[in-house]
């Protein structure tokens, strides 16, 4: 199986500061097709996941532009550029380039 | 807007089944393939269970094979989970989600838009 590592595992952020999540897979998630299969979930307190980031840097439909997805080698970055209140949760990044589709342990971010 | 609405939780003893069904609406159920994941309590995320649009695939998790089958019923837009044999470390929030992606041939790359809300599953004696 691919194990999907992040870091840290939480997170205190100032509202209005940046906040950086780090996904490191244990095997590459590129596709021959050029498609990476990467995702970025978060879990809201109380509440079902929901997407944030497809395909490494794609942001889902009404996700802010504060969220954005990258690579870097082979680590892949969620990046919040100004956190809100509404961004606590816990963020999940996520593979499906091979059965069975993993995610990593969850990334809890709180606010200051 | 997609809705999806997951039931038939409960508590089970040891060994026992249980019928999850997800009831969904918003979108062209049939044109869609559907996943369960579950969430043991306190824990992250677990893949389980993959049922392609047309059902003609169907992919479980090594942790539920044999035990968990998926189905769906396009005419009642129902996606469902029979779970047989639970065992304690079933129990968690079963969650139904809608998924995008594509297939090539039976090789499929999902990610899921929409979660119900979850559904708790408690195996104990």
């Known amino acids: 199986d691919i194990v999907m590592t992040q870091t840290p595992l939480s997170l205190s952020v100032t509202p209005g500061q940046a906040a950086s999540i780090s996904c490191k897979p244990s095997?590459?998630?590129?596709?021959?097709?050029?498609?990476?299969?990467l995702y970025w979930y978060l879990q809201k307190p109380g509440r079902s996941p929901q997407l944030l980031i497809y395909e490494v840097s794609n942001r889902f439909s009404g996700v802010p532009d504060r969220f954005s997805g990258g690579e870097s080698g082979t680590d892949f970055t969620l990046k919040i550029s100004r956190v809100e209140a509404e961004d606590v949760g816990v963020y999940y990044c996520m593979q499906s380039i091979q059965l069975p589709w993993t995610f990593g342990q969850g990334t809890k971010v709180e606010i200051k | 807007q997609v809705q999806l609405v997951e039931s038939g939780g409960g508590v089970v003893q040891p060994g026992g089944s249980l019928r999850l069904s997800c009831s969904a609406s918003?979108?062209?159920?049939?044109?869609?393939?559907m996943h369960w994941v579950r969430q043991a309590p306190g824990k992250g995320l677990e893949w389980v269970a993959f049922i392609r649009f047309d059902g003609s695939n169907k992919y479980y998790a090594d942790s539920v094979k044999g035990r968990f089958s998926i189905s769906r019923d396009d005419s009642t837009n129902t996606l469902s989970l029979q779970m047989n044999s639970l065992r304690a470390e079933d129990t968690a929030i079963y969650y139904c989600?809608?998924?995008?992606?594509?297939?090539?041939?039976?090789?499929?790359?999902?990610?899921?838009?929409?979660w119900g809300q979850g559904t708790l599953v408690t195996v104990s004696s």
């Open positions: 989600a809608k998924t995008l992606g594509y297939c090539s041939g039976n090789t499929c790359y999902p990610y899921f838009d929409y």
């Open positions: 918003g979108f062209t159920f049939s044109g869609y393939g």
């Open positions: 095997q590459s998630l590129l596709h021959s097709d050029g498609k990476t299969h």
